[in-house]
């Protein structure tokens, strides 16, 4: 198994790589399309499809307080 890395991207999702298992509350795992090679994990809390992010992030202004 290769290394996972979570990325904390600047007003936006983390970026996840590396073969991971992701589990609901009650352990089920959940189906997750590596693809790309990354997944994307919603941190605003607004996506439609969580826990993965499907862009929301952008429409309703979120921001991580990063700024400066």
């Known amino acids: 198994m ?3 890395v979570i990325q904390v991207r ?3 999702p983390y970026r996840v ?3 991971v298992r992701l589990v609901d509350l ?7 399309d590596t693809g790309e090679g990354s997944i994307f994990l919603c941190r ?7 826990p993965f ?3 929301t ?6 921001a991580d307080g990063t700024e400066t």
Not at 44 to 50: A, E, I, P, T, V
């Open 2 to 4: 290769g290394e996972v």
């Open 10 to 12: 600047r007003n936006g």
């Open 17 to 19: 790589t590396g073969e």
């Open 26 to 32: 009650e352990g089920n795992e959940i189906p997750i």
């Open 44 to 50: 605003c809390g607004q996506s439609r499809g969580k």
């Open 53 to 55: 992010c499907d862009g």
């Open 57 to 62: 992030h952008k429409r309703c202004g979120w």
